[in-house]
């Protein structure tokens, strides 16, 4: 059964930072492409980042590019999102996501 688990968000400022993780198993993590979705209050899904199997590619959406950065360590099946520069419009739930499995996700909240 496929898993995901994700962790690190909170509340932070306006300009903060915040890591997120996503624990993966019941797949083989390594080589499998993975994406971030969001959905923020009253809205719905938005595509935030794809990062191919080795981690070699990655692609963000227009709205978090040089802001928010991808990355995986598949010695640990464990998929990151680090987000600097945060702003009150990235407030919302964070998946992990795995064809069309997603996690329980993980509040993110940006406001002073």
């Known amino acids: 059964e496929v898993q995901l688990v994700e962790s690190g968000g909170g509340l932070v400022q306006p300009g903060g930072s915040l890591r997120l993780s996503c624990a993966a198993s019941?797949?083989?993590?390594?080589?499998?492409?993975m994406n971030w979705v969001r959905q923020a209050p009253g809205k719905g899904l938005e595509w935030v980042s794809w990062i191919s199997a080795d981690g070699g590619s990655t692609t963000y959406a227009d709205s978090v590019k040089g802001r928010f950065t991808i990355s995986r360590d598949n010695a640990k099946n464990t998929l990151y999102l680090q987000m600097y520069s945060l702003k009150p419009e990235d407030t919302a739930v964070y998946y992990c996501?795995?064809?069309?499995?997603r996690g329980q996700g993980t509040q993110v909240t940006v406001s002073s």
């Open positions: 019941g797949f083989i993590f390594r080589s499998s492409s």
């Open positions: 996501k795995f064809a069309s499995v």
